[in-house]
């Protein structure tokens, strides 16, 4: 198994408050990505990093940041969570650019 | 976003049975990756295909690269209890791109 973790794992918070996932992996893999995944969506790409503070959007990004320091570590900021943002969130990482990816065990987020 | 058109949504089947799912897009893909994913837990993947007409197997896993690089077909032989769970395709829409397009998965349910 790729050494993915995410933190926490199970979380309810109030709309309105910052939250922080956090995604850490110990494969050194260049790239990471989180996805949310929604009943009746699939897996939606949220943001992604090529490299450590290397950062770009993807197609569901609006009210969310990350930032990437070290290359073990990728975290997914919600400002004010919203409860259009409760879903389970993935994070995944690949060595090869465009390539395999491989899932962390996700994280439950619930705004209510 | 761009979609892939994965199929069916779900099958029902009793154990023994063969399954057969696939994905199809309008466009051309250069990877194909199909992954599972079981209750609580992160995608796993299972097969990665890089060549037109590329045919993979893992264990009863039988996975092809289509001829015209728009489809990609997943094949389960001899369904036991464990292949439950949600399938899902992916692909590399385009050489160089950094991010994966996925389907919108199948839901195997399985009878004893």
């Known amino acids: 198994d790729a050494g993915i973790t995410q933190s926490p794992r199970h979380k309810v918070t109030e709309t309105g408050t910052p939250v922080t996932l956090r995604c850490h992996q110990t494969?050194?893999?260049?790239?990471m990505y989180w996805y949310r995944q929604d009943p009746g969506h699939g897996l939606r790409l949220i943001h992604y990093?090529?490299?450590?503070?290397?950062?770009d959007k993807g197609e569901v990004s609006d009210g969310y940041s990350v930032s990437r320091s070290k290359t073990e570590d990728f975290l997914l900021t919600l400002e004010s969570a919203t409860s259009s943002q409760t879903s389970v969130y993935f994070c995944?990482?690949?060595?090869?650019?465009?390539?395999?990816?491989?899932f962390g065990p996700g994280t439950r987020l619930t705004v209510t | 976003g761009q979609q892939l058109n994965q199929s069916p949504q779900s099958m029902f089947i009793q154990e023994g049975e063969d399954v057969s799912m696939n994905c199809t897009s309008s466009?051309?893909?250069?990877?194909w990756l199909w992954y599972k994913q079981e209750p609580g837990e992160g995608p796993v993947l299972l097969i990665a295909l890089y060549k037109a007409g590329e045919l993979t197997s893992n264990g009863r896993l039988t996975a092809q690269f289509g001829i015209t690089r728009k489809d990609s077909f997943l094949n389960i032989s001899a369904s036991i209890p464990s292949d439950v769970g949600i399938y899902f395709c992916?692909?590399?829409?385009?050489?160089?791109?950094?991010?994966?397009?996925f389907g919108q998965g199948t839901r195997l349910t399985i009878n004893p």
């Open positions: 990093s090529y490299g450590v503070k290397d950062t």
């Open positions: 992916a692909g590399q829409l385009v050489q160089g791109a950094q991010k994966l397009v």
């Open positions: 995944a990482i690949s060595g090869v650019q465009g390539g395999e990816q491989y």
């Open positions: 494969e050194n893999h260049r790239y």
């Open positions: 466009s051309i893909f250069n990877t």
